[in-house]
Each structure stands twice: as C-alpha cells, then as structure tokens.
C-alpha cells in the first residue's frame, strides 16, 4: 500500500502533465455524455405526429425539459456524495491510511443505495404532481409523467456510476471511468432511434423509448465501472465489512460532500426556477432554454470534467503537506478550465444557428433559442473560473465556499434577475441576461473567498 501511495502519479508527475492526463480523459467522457442528451433531445423532437396532435416533437421536448431538473437532482445526490468521497479517498491516500480508504469507498456504495430507494419511491409516488406543478398540457403532461417515471425508478444505475466513476477518478484512474461512460453513451445513442422509432422489430415506444434508451446505458456504464474498480483499484481494499455505515466517515464526506449535493441540487432547482418564471413569458421560451441547456452542457460539463481532475490532485497533494503541488494544481486547474471555456464560448458565439437548426423547433422557438445562446455564452469566462475555484474549495475541505458561490450563480442572483426581466417590455430579450449578471456576481464573491483560503489554509503549510 505505502509502495502505490508514494508511487501515485497525483504525487509524482508534473502537475500539468497530470493534470491533462486524468481532465482529457473526464472530459471526453462528460462531454459524451452530455452528446447523448443531446441526442436524446434530437431524436425526440422528431416524433411523428399523432391523430389530431400536431408538433408532436416540440411537446415532447418541452416534456423532457420538465423532467429534466429531477434527472439534474438525481445525478446531484449521486456525484455530490461522490465528490465527498473522492475528496475524502483521495486525502487518505495521500495520508496512507489503507483502513480509511477500504471504509471511504464501502460507506459511498451503501449510500448511494440509499439515495436510490429514496428516488425509487419517488418513480413510484411522486412523478405526477411534480409535472402537474410545471404545466396543464395534457400532452405534455403525459408524456412528462412517462419519461420520469422510467428515469426515476431504474436510476441505481446513474447513482452508482457517480460513485464508482469517483472511486477511480480518486486514484488517478480516469481512463477506466471514462471507458464506462462512453460505453453508456454509445449504449443510448444507439437504442435511442431503435427505441423511440420501433427499428428491428421493437414496437415504437416514442418518449417512453427515450427514457428506456437513457437508463440502460447508464445501467452499462455503472457496471463497467463497478468491474474496473474492483478488478483495476488495487489501492482501496473491498469487501463486505466495509460497506457497513460508519458515522464518522458518513460525516466526513458530507462535510465536503453535502455543499456539493446542495451546489448541484440548485442547478435541478434553477431550471424548474427557470421554467416556471419563463413560462410567464411563453412556452417558446421554456423549450428554447431547455434546448439551449443541453448544448451549452458541452461547454459545461467538459469544465466540470476538468474541475474533477482538480479536486483529487489538489487534495491528495495537499494531504501529503506538498504546498508547491497544491499551489500548481490551483493555478494550472483555474487556467485549463478558463482556455475551455473560451473556445466554447466562441464557438458558440460562431456556431449557434447550426447548432439549434438541428432540432427542427418552430421558427420561433429557434429564434430565441439563438437568442439565448449568443448572450448567455458571454458568461462562459466567468463561468469558468467560478467551477475551476470550486474545484479547488472541495479539495480543501472549504465546501461551504463551494456552496456559497452556487447559491450567487444559480439562484440568488439569477432567479429574481429573470423574474424582474420578465416585466419589462422587451422581456424576451432581457430575460437571458440574468445568467451573465449571476456568473460575474458569483466570481467576484469566488475571488474573496479563494484569497481568505489561500491565506487560513494553504500560506501555512511548509515549503
């Protein structure tokens, strides 16, 4: 164990050299997977028409638009408590105690267990009156509660691939849980015509097809990831005693884990937030921010891939009381996640027309789709540095930092933002600057935080 520890490239490596070579391969398996969604959206918007029904496809993405921040709360919960575990698993890795790790990564599982039978009951119970709350459409009423309900009820898969995806991005080994996402992703965008369309001798299950396509591929993903962790970790020990509840290790990764549950829950609470207070505008507008999300998670999730290489090297670095590596992880993180968010954000200054083309939305659904996009992407740099700080804050154990600066970004400042625009005259086009005036607000208030942890944590450690 002591052996693998010292060894581990999070320690040894060039910081910028491993910083690139465990953020490329999460990048690329987040950007994935935030294809699939939109793939998912794509194929979705081009159900037929049925009987007297007509835009049959635009319901069905306003539809999944309504599902989709129990999907964001869903994933939360899971990649939350995975980030307090990774955290928590890296720093005992740095600290070299095998006890704690072994216990680290049992307690995650059997959490996630947990957080899956408290989504099952709500597959089961719930669905309608949220999807009620959002609409009276009886269409996409329907077709809400069908999505949902599938997503909700078979999502042990997407909790335990958070948790396993962690357990090796933790180590260092993210080329093992990049292989399980893009598998999922491959999984999904495959049966997703076959599905929703009825190819190959399937009966057309239409937006139930989608929602199928989507749990079996994260039912891939988490079991090829499960067998990576126990067949490729062999620093973390398994076994059946450690996946029993430890309340002092169930606190420490909720220390750093719940703000991150509650910072990822805010984005599920700003997008139902956001379709309630659009929805006073048109329901053009609801769909148009629903399809403008998933393209701009391309941008985003590809930012948080890199955030998630920051995390484990911050904090194993800083676990080894290695003050040069920590400051090196901050600074190559912040810069990295800045280029990305860059060149997405001009390229979709460049390329938003084409994008949103291609879900066939009605013209005026596509033009404040194109709307959307052109002002919000000049929040991207400001975007960047705000996830690339809070990176860094969950590597120290500063979790309440991270939560702080996502209250600013995805709800004090942005919901009443858009509320207020929503009066004006010209609402349409004001509404979507709410998101750029949040993202400046929430950096300013990241920069004064990451000066006072620069000074209380990281100014004192030993050269």
């Known amino acids: 164990m002591n052996k693998e520890v010292t060894a581990n490239k999070m320690g040894t490596e060039a910081v910028p050299k491993v910083m690139l070579s465990m953020g490329i391969p999460i990048i690329l398996s ?9 793939v998912d959206s794509m194929f979705v918007a081009r159900i037929p028409d049925s009987g007297n029904i007509t835009n049959m496809g635009e319901y069905a993405v306003n539809a999944l638009t309504l599902a ?14 995975g980030v307090g575990v990774n955290a928590l698993l890296a720093k005992s890795l740095g600290q070299r105690d095998e006890e704690k790790v072994a216990r680290t990564a049992g307690n995650g599982v059997t959490l996630a267990l947990i957080i899956y039978i408290v989504f099952l009951l709500f597959g089961l119970f719930g669905v309608k009156a949220y999807i009620g709350s959002q609409t009276n459409d009886e269409v996409v009423l329907g077709m809400g509660i069908s999505y949902l309900s599938i997503c909700s009820v078979v999502s042990f898969g997407i909790v335990l691939f958070s948790i396993y995806e962690k357990l090796l991005q933790s180590t260092g080994k993210t080329i093992y849980s990049t292989i399980a996402q893009v598998s999922g992703a491959v999984v999904n965008i495959v049966l997703d015509p076959v599905m929703i369309f009825g190819y ?3 009966p057309e299950m239409g937006i139930r097809g989608a929602a199928y396509a989507t749990v079996i591929g994260q039912v891939v993903s988490m079991l090829i990831a499960m067998y990576f962790h126990y067949r490729k970790n062999t620093e973390v020990k398994s076994g059946m005693q450690y996946l029993k509840p430890d309340k002092g290790i169930v606190k420490e990764i909720y220390v750093i884990g719940l703000p991150a549950i509650i910072m990822q829950a805010l984005m599920s609470f700003m997008t139902y937030g956001v379709n309630l207070i659009f929805g006073t505008v048109s329901q053009a507008a ?8 998933k393209i701009q998670q391309f941008i985003f999730f590809a930012g948080f891939g890199l955030r998630d290489a920051i995390t484990p090297i911050v ?24 280029i990305i968010m860059l060149i997405g954000m001009i390229g979709l200054e460049v390329f938003a027309s084409p994008l949103i083309g291609l879900f066939a939305m009605s013209e005026e659904t596509e033009a404040l789709c194109v709307l959307a996009a052109r002002i919000i992407a000049t929040s991207f740099l400001f975007a960047g540095g705000n996830i690339a700080v809070q990176g860094v804050f969950q590597a120290l154990g500063c979790g309440l930092n991270s939560l702080i600066v996502s209250l600013l970004r995805l709800c004090v400042v942005v919901l009443p933002l858009a509320w207020l625009f929503t009066k004006l005259e010209n609402a349409t086009f004001m509404i979507w600057w709410a998101f750029p005036i949040a993202e400046l607000v929430a950096l300013a208030v990241a ?17």
Do not use: H
């Not at 987040?30 to 939109?38: D, E, K, R, S, T």
């Not at 609801?286 to 999300?293: E, K, L, N, R, S």
């Open 30 to 38: 987040m950007v994935l997977q935030a294809c699939y969604n939109i």
């Open 68 to 81: 989709f921040p129990v999907q964001m709360l869903i994933v939360a919960f899971g990649i939350g408590t």
């Open 200 to 202: 190959f001798g399937l």
């Open 286 to 293: 609801v769909t148009a921010y629903g399809i403008f999300y």
């Open 315 to 338: 904090s194993f670095n800083y676990g080894m009381g290695d003050k040069n590596r920590v400051k090196q992880g901050i600074f190559y993180g912040i810069l990295y996640t800045e």
């Open 447 to 463: 920069a004064a935080l990451m000066v006072q942890a620069n000074n209380k944590m990281i100014k004192p450690m030993k050269e």
